[in-house]
């Protein structure tokens, strides 16, 4: 069966910022991705520094993993499931469009006492917002962002936090005024508790960022990302990033 998003679910995008559909995915097919990453993580402690292999571009800093960009090209099986339906269709009816471009596969390790975290951010600031290579022709930010949980995200091991709400306030140059996680928005801030197979639909505007790992446990996750036709003018590393993607129609 399909995996539509009701209309309420919709209104809640729109409202919040983001929506959570739980248990979109089967404890095996978590299982497969789970592998994957693990495959992934091999190769990537051995680096010291980024480097494209296989297809994929490992962001990595002394053995320090901080994400695999096109991370599909290198594990196809991830890349399969970047365009399954139950990701696609719903961001299909939240873009307003049955064709997408797919700008983002990525897989993000936060390893115990790794230090890896995320300031406060907008994911129109890392889609160039503003500058020649992005357009909101949908004129709702034209872009939808897919996370997976694929180990429970909970208080300790450096859950998302979001701003519920700071997307309608649009497009807010937080790069060009960076702040702490510990300030200005923390106050309104949530994290997102998640169990492996939950998926978080995220909307371009929604301020977000996460702090470090404090468990004894890794919190990996799945990012993909779709925009609306004709929206990226650019170029994103990684073999075969930017693929058009059809999704069963949103009717």
Same mark, same amino acid.
């Given at each position: ?12 995008? *729109?409202?919040?910022?983001?929506? &959570?559909?739980?248990? &979109? ?33 490992? &962001? ?48 993000? @390790? ?8 995320? #300031? ?22 034209? @872009? ?20 519920? #709400? ?18 200005? @928005? ?14 978080? @639909? ?25 925009? *609306? ?23």
């Amino acid at each position: 069966m399909l995996l539509r998003l009701t209309k309420s679910q919709i209104e809640e995008f *729109y409202d919040a910022g983001y929506v &959570v559909l739980p248990g &979109v995915f089967r404890e095996a097919e978590i299982r497969e991705i789970g592998e994957a990453f693990d495959r992934l993580r091999e190769t990537a402690i051995k680096l010291t520094k980024p480097q494209m292999i296989e297809g994929a571009y490992f &962001v990595v800093n002394d053995h320090k993993i901080n994400r695999i960009v096109w991370c599909g090209a290198a594990e196809p099986i991830l890349l399969k499931y970047g365009g399954d339906e139950r990701l696609t269709l719903p961001s299909s009816q939240l873009l307003g469009s049955d064709e997408m471009d797919q700008l983002i596969c990525q897989a993000h @390790f936060k390893l115990p006492a790794d230090g890896v975290g995320f #300031g406060w951010h907008q994911d129109s600031d890392h889609r160039r917002y503003g500058t020649d290579l992005w357009s909101d022709v949908n004129g709702r930010g034209s @872009f939808v962002q897919t996370l997976m949980a694929v180990d429970e995200m909970n208080e300790e091991n450096g859950p998302l936090l979001v701003v519920p #709400g700071s997307g309608r306030e649009g497009h807010q140059f937080l790069k060009e005024h960076h702040s702490p996680l510990d300030a200005v @928005f923390d106050g309104r801030s949530l994290p997102l508790l998640m169990d492996p197979g939950s998926v978080l @639909f995220l909307g371009p505007y929604t301020v977000h960022g996460s702090k470090p790992n404090r468990s004894r446990h890794a919190r990996r996750v799945f990012i993909n990302g779709y925009a *609306y036709p004709g929206a990226n003018r650019r170029v994103y590393p990684g073999e075969g990033a930017g693929r058009k993607l059809v999704s069963p129609s949103n009717e």
